[in-house]
């Protein structure tokens, strides 16, 4: 987590809401990181967690994630947590929860969802108060 919160931190100084993530293997290795892109690259979809699963899996050459966890400070959006089922993620580790938009248990459980062929194990709340903290300090900043 502590590297997500690195790829946030990037994010927040390039101007956009600090959201990072990063993509581990199946035996823990970093395959890919990284943090919202929208502002920079006019892309609303350039979220952390589909930029992560988009590298990770051309670092693959595989679309299947099987066995990867993918690592983010903030519960992934609905558009986020169908890209996690399709890429058939093992694990989804995040730090804050998203009351107003997530999709991993908070307004919504798209991850979990038993009408869908995959369903990731879900880990919530890993160094929440420091993920928390930087998102309200961005949107606090004049």
Not at 19 to 26: D, E, M, N, T, Y
Request: glycine content about 8%; proline content about 4%; hydrophobic content about 45%.
């Amino acid at each position: 987590m502590r590297q997500a919160l690195d790829e946030a931190a990037r994010a927040a100084r390039a101007g956009d809401v600090p959201v990072g993530a990063v993509l581990l293997s199946p035996e823990g290795t970093l395959l890919a990181a990284a943090h919202n892109e929208r502002e920079a690259t006019a892309d609303p979809t350039a979220h952390a967690e589909v930029l992560a699963i988009r590298r990770a899996a051309g670092q693959l050459g595989a679309w299947r994630l099987t066995d990867c966890t993918l690592v983010v400070t903030l519960e992934p959006c609905t558009m986020c947590a169908g890209a996690i089922v399709q890429s058939r993620l093992d694990r989804v580790v995040f730090g804050a929860r998203d009351e107003k938009a997530g999709a991993a248990g908070s307004l919504w459980d798209v991850v979990r969802d038993r009408r869908l062929n995959h369903r990731p194990e879900v880990i919530e709340g890993v160094l929440a108060d420091e993920c928390s903290h930087l998102l309200t300090s961005f949107f606090r900043t004049p």
